[in-house]
């Protein structure tokens, strides 16, 4: 068992069904189990078109097609079972609660507004303090720097802002924890940049409970891609180990060798001669060149803030965007051209639709016989087993005094003498 990776990002806006395509096809290459998202801009129709590929569950919040909307996206792999769902009206937030691996978790998504409004933070406090479990996961666009020193750059000089100790308080009263900077203490990083103030503002952010806080293992800001606010990710430990399930992950410790770092940069001169091979295609291959350029370009931007570096980050951004949207207009051009030619056919296209379905059919959960729920795949397992060996077992016992005790207790009728010899 893997550890489950979430990630809140602002989406600015995904009417259009190439950005749509573009940021389902990103989140499924990080590999995204549950995506927080803000500004979706859609209908409670057009939300429901985000139910594709990987998304097996959404939850949403909408406003209008113009402004505003919130989603919440869970993988169809991912054992999640909803209980309870609390949204607003105007689109701002969408909360849930359920079960994850036996856990009673809430998932948030949250998009508050531009200026300080006291009524969005009473009610948001109001609707998500009866549902708060132990286990609390929201992450959003708050629109505002905690603190002014160091989630701001220029640096601001006046104290914290109204729409800042509102947010706190909220944290504060619902326990929860700034889960970015708990791991990154003396870092300094953003997820905004404003052209009109030419100033950079960590306004993302990821809010957990203690209890999800102890099994974080990592929160990080990303580059900028595909929309003007940086995604902000963090992975989740199961409660349990799961033999069953091994991966391979790198030792940190390694990170800190000179030789290694040293062998590391030496690769990446032969990554060129060595990818550019016929069996990999040339826009995967510029894909890749493009996210490390955007990645370089945005620290140095961030550190220096120069006009030259903002132009060459904008262009590279360009061309990741062009690259992105190209990939996502063919795969929907061939997804059309499938659909004409196999959808009323039964053949490879229904094989694969019937496949996706077979996800929605897993179980969970299952009581044991002492009328305990157990979530592990082994658990789960072996009492199907004994449940289906018990249900087709024979009930009585074919043993040669079972029989007799059978036979005594029937009363058979016996052939008389004149019977018999008329037979």
Known sequence: MSNTKIITLNVKGINHVIKRRKIISLLKKDRVQIALL?????TDSEHLKLKRDWVGQIYYSSFNSKSRGVAILVHKNLPFTLHTIVRDTDGRFILITGL?????ILLGSVYAPNTFDRSFYSNFLAKASPVCPNHVIIGG???CGLNPET???PPKSQPSSKMAKATTDLCSDLGLFDAWRVCNPHVKDFTFFSRPHFSFSRIDYMFVSGSVLDRTRGC???TC???DHSSVSMELSPPYYDPSSRHWRLNPALLSDPKFVKYLEDQWELYLSTNDLPGVSASTLWEAVLERDIADLEREFKKSSSISVLRKLDAARSA???LLTQKAETAIFYAKHRLFESGNKPGRLLARLAQGKRGSYAIPSLKDKAGVLQFEAKLISKIMKEFYQDLYSPECQNTVDARKLFLDTVNLPILSEEMHCSL
């Open 38 to 42: 803000q500004e979706t801009h859609l």
């Open 100 to 104: 994850l691996y036996g856990e009673l």
């Open 141 to 143: 666009d708050f629109n």
């Open 151 to 153: 989630d701001y750059n």
């Open 220 to 222: 990080l800001i990303h």
């Open 225 to 227: 891609a595909l929309s």
């Open 320 to 322: 990741l965007d062009q």
